[in-house]
């Protein structure tokens, strides 16, 4: 099993002092899984990169079915990977070759959709059934065009709790399994994302429950294609029961997203374990790769942490 830490092309690699593997052999880190973007990524991240994780648009559906947001070019990709069919199946396209130059185990893609003016309501109009076929689609369409019809990695679908794949059961995992066209795939199961789907989770102990009955009732088929898993949870039940719902209305668009911000976050917590027992999650899965997926300035601080919990 490799551990990893997640780290971004965005930033540099000062965090990592001035040898970067010398600092992660000495905490117990086997490299980095990289978020990468559109453009080539800088060489200083190159060495250190064992796997990939792709770009995310938020409501690449709206660009699916040509009903485009009015936004910029630039914000017009991240939010929908374009505006059309065609650059959605091109800036994925984009997004993959440049991924490829790390030569990665794999790399990672959110498989979920949010209608953007809904990013701050607890309900959502879309189902994730047609989340999941819409964005099988999509991916074999991109892959068609590769060099004998697979991807240049495996690409791992994660899921969000966001409409699309959720894994609090099988349901989209099979809808998955029926409608991708290409054979080098598998799952990037996200315990924080699964905390926030799940009921009644107000503390580490009880997302450790909760993950372990979830994952326990998993057959053998979708635990082999689970290859990494993104390691962290979400306690925020109190907050998932208690934020006032806030939909777009007449709000201004970027307004509106910039204010959802801290919502994600009051979801999404990204907490690092520090029970020992969180180990029996990864006794279930057995994931070939666990990437410690921490936030804020002290990351590298989290990743030990809860690192060493784990053999």
Same mark, same amino acid.
């Given at each position: 099993?490799?551990?990893?830490?997640? *780290?971004?092309?965005?930033?540099?690699?000062?965090?990592?002092? =001035?040898?970067?593997?010398?600092?992660?052999?000495?905490?117990?880190?086997? =490299?980095?899984?990289?978020?990468?973007?559109?453009?080539?990524?800088?060489?200083?991240?190159?060495?250190?990169?064992?796997?990939?994780?792709?770009?995310?648009?938020?409501?690449?559906?709206?660009?699916? $079915?040509?009903?485009?947001? $009015?936004?910029?070019?630039?914000?017009?990709?991240?939010?929908?990977?374009?505006?059309?069919?065609?650059?959605?199946?091109?800036?994925?396209?984009?997004?993959?070759?440049?991924? #490829?130059?790390?030569?990665?185990?794999? =790399?990672?893609?959110?498989?979920?959709?949010?209608?953007?003016?809904?990013? &701050?309501?607890?309900?959502?109009?879309?189902?994730?059934?047609?989340?999941?076929?819409?964005?099988?689609?999509?991916?074999?369409?991109?892959?068609?065009?590769?060099?004998?019809?697979?991807?240049?990695?495996?690409? !791992?679908? +994660?899921?969000?709790?966001?409409?699309?794949?959720?894994?609090?059961?099988?349901?989209?995992?099979?809808?998955?399994?029926? *409608?991708?066209?290409?054979?080098?795939?598998?799952?990037?199961?996200?315990?924080?994302?699964?905390?926030?789907?799940?009921?009644?989770?107000?503390?580490?102990?009880?997302?450790?429950?909760?993950?372990?009955?979830?994952?326990?009732?998993? @057959?053998?088929?979708?635990?082999?294609?689970?290859?990494?898993?993104?390691?962290?949870?979400?306690?925020?039940?109190?907050? &998932?029961?208690?934020? +006032?719902?806030?939909?777009?209305?007449? !709000?201004?668009?970027?307004?509106?997203?910039? @204010?959802?911000?801290? *919502?994600?976050? =009051? !979801?999404?917590?990204?907490?690092?374990?520090?029970?020992?027992?969180? #180990?029996?999650?990864?006794?279930?899965? &057995?994931?070939?790769?666990?990437?410690? +997926?921490? !936030?804020?300035?002290?990351?590298?601080?989290?990743?030990?942490?809860?690192?060493?919990?784990? @053999?």
């Amino acid at each position: 099993m490799y551990h990893l830490i997640s *780290h971004s092309v965005y930033n540099d690699m000062t965090p990592f002092g =001035g040898n970067p593997w010398s600092t992660m052999t000495d905490i117990g880190c086997d =490299g980095i899984e990289m978020l990468t973007s559109f453009d080539s990524p800088p060489e200083s991240h190159m060495p250190y990169t064992q796997s990939v994780h792709l770009p995310y648009a938020t409501d690449w559906l709206a660009a699916w $079915e040509e009903r485009p947001y $009015e936004m910029d070019d630039v914000r017009a990709r991240y939010y929908m990977f374009g505006r059309t069919p065609e650059d959605v199946v091109c800036n994925i396209t984009t997004a993959m070759d440049h991924a #490829a130059a790390f030569s990665p185990a794999y =790399g990672v893609m959110h498989l979920g959709n949010v209608d953007l003016h809904e990013l &701050r309501c607890r309900r959502y109009s879309l189902d994730d059934a047609k989340v999941v076929r819409t964005f099988c689609e999509i991916m074999n369409r991109v892959v068609a065009d590769m060099p004998g019809g697979e991807p240049p990695f495996k690409v !791992m679908f +994660e899921n969000l709790w966001w409409p699309g794949l959720r894994l609090v059961d099988e349901s989209d995992f099979r809808i998955l399994d029926r *409608h991708i066209e290409f054979e080098n795939w598998g799952i990037c199961m996200d315990t924080g994302h699964l905390t926030v789907c799940l009921p009644r989770i107000y503390t580490q102990q009880d997302a450790i429950e909760a993950l372990l009955d979830t994952c326990c009732g998993y @057959s053998r088929d979708l635990i082999d294609r689970i290859g990494t898993v993104h390691f962290h949870y979400s306690a925020s039940a109190a907050y &998932r029961e208690s934020f +006032e719902d806030t939909p777009m209305g007449d !709000m201004d668009m970027t307004d509106y997203i910039v @204010s959802a911000y801290p *919502h994600i976050s =009051g !979801m999404d917590q990204h907490l690092p374990f520090t029970d020992a027992a969180c #180990a029996e999650i990864l006794d279930v899965l &057995r994931p070939t790769y666990v990437t410690h +997926e921490m !936030m804020g300035d002290d990351f590298i601080e989290k990743f030990m942490l809860q690192r060493s919990l784990l @053999s």
